[in-house]
């Protein structure tokens, strides 16, 4: 089964969380100010303490008053800077989400150096970082990016996400799985980890844990075709076959595909169910007219059913698909010399 990432789903995700929320700056001036509000209560309590006192006791307090002034009008000067950099930050952020957008990577990039440079500590500048150097195919540098993101904010999902996706491509199986797991841990309601899960079990082959991802997937999110569909296919691998159609039924009933339909035939020919199978392969065929692996999947049938004549046709029609011609022509010399 295909891995059905996508980069448009990846960069939705980091829009989502940085390019909504751009001005979700570092609290500066809140600190600042609260430290402000503690040198005017002093100054209010050095005041009192002036009343009533020796010269020297007052010019002491006086001193300390003072110094409490200065350090107050330094705070504000910081406050003004602050609400300057917060908007050069907002500004450099909003600049990477662009360049991602126009998938110019290199340039996102450099934008997102710039919110660094201002804020070392800016988890999703780090993020964004990491989906550009992704597509640039750096990935020692993406993954770097992310796990920077995520030792500043463990919380943010989504790096953990991008992070799992990065290993599965990179057949780090075992730390995909973790990873989605920790993006879980997060936010259980994140439906493409289970879907990301259940991916890097079927690269692993393991269709038992891969269906049990599945499973968990369409319990979070019931209206998720593709992960009925991946059910299906995983349900086939383990010989389950009506519970295969069942999901697969779900899948086609939510949004109608070639592939489902395609993977249905597949499980009804298994099961004998010749005449039915031959109206799955159809229903595939009508959304993607020149798909080999449902003509393949009707020679079947016809094959089932005795009919070797139609059985050639469909098999010579999936022989037009480079994919299935090797298998398809195997079965035309099959049938021909019988």
């Not at 609400?83 to 909003?94: E, F, R």
């Not at 199986?173 to 990301?196: F, M």
């Not at 349900?235 to 489902?260: F, G, H, M, R, T």
């Not at 080999?292 to 010579?316: C, D, H």
Request: proline share 2%; charged share 30%; hydrophobic share 40%.
């Amino acid at each position: 089964m295909k891995n059905m990432k996508t980069e448009g789903s990846i960069i939705f995700i980091l829009l989502l969380l940085i390019g909504i929320s751009v001005l979700n700056a570092p609290a500066y001036a809140t600190d600042y100010e609260a430290q402000i509000k503690e040198l005017q209560k002093k100054q209010q309590q050095l005041t009192q303490d002036m009343e009533n006192v020796d010269m020297d006791t007052y010019n002491r307090l006086m001193e300390e008053y003072n110094k409490a002034g200065e350090e107050i009008k330094v705070l504000k000067e910081k406050i003004v800077a602050a609400g300057d950099m917060d908007k050069q930050v907002g500004s450099y952020i909003n600049q990477g989400n662009r360049h991602l957008k126009l998938k110019q990577f290199k340039e996102a990039i450099a934008a997102y150096d710039k919110v660094i440079e201002l804020d070392p500590e800016n988890p999703k500048a780090y993020f964004g970082k990491g989906v550009a150097q992704k597509y640039l195919k750096q990935y020692v540098e993406a993954e770097a990016s992310y796990l920077k993101a995520i030792q500043i904010d463990p919380s943010l999902a989504a790096a953990h996400m991008n992070l799992a996706t990065l290993y599965s491509s990179l057949e780090k199986y075992d730390r995909a799985i973790a990873k989605y797991n920790d993006a879980l841990s997060q936010d259980s309601s994140l439906v493409k980890a289970w879907y990301g899960i259940g991916n890097t079990y079927i690269k692993r082959k393991d269709y038992k844990n891969a269906s049990v991802a599945f499973k968990r997937a369409v319990e979070v999110d019931p209206r998720y075709d593709k992960a009925y569909n991946a059910l299906g296919s995983c349900l086939i691998e383990l010989y389950q076959y009506n519970d295969a159609i069942a999901a697969l039924d779900k899948a086609v009933e939510i949004k109608p595909s070639a592939d489902a339909y395609y993977r249905k035939a597949k499980a009804l020919n298994e099961l004998g169910r010749y005449q039915d199978a031959i109206a799955a392969a159809d229903q595939a065929l009508t959304i993607k007219r020149r798909m080999g692996a449902a003509q393949y999947e009707k020679g079947r049938a016809y094959e089932g059913l005795g009919n070797k004549t139609s059985a050639i046709v469909s098999y010579q029609e999936a022989a037009k698909d480079g994919r299935w011609a090797r298998i398809a022509n195997y079965e035309i010399d099959r049938l021909k010399s019988e």
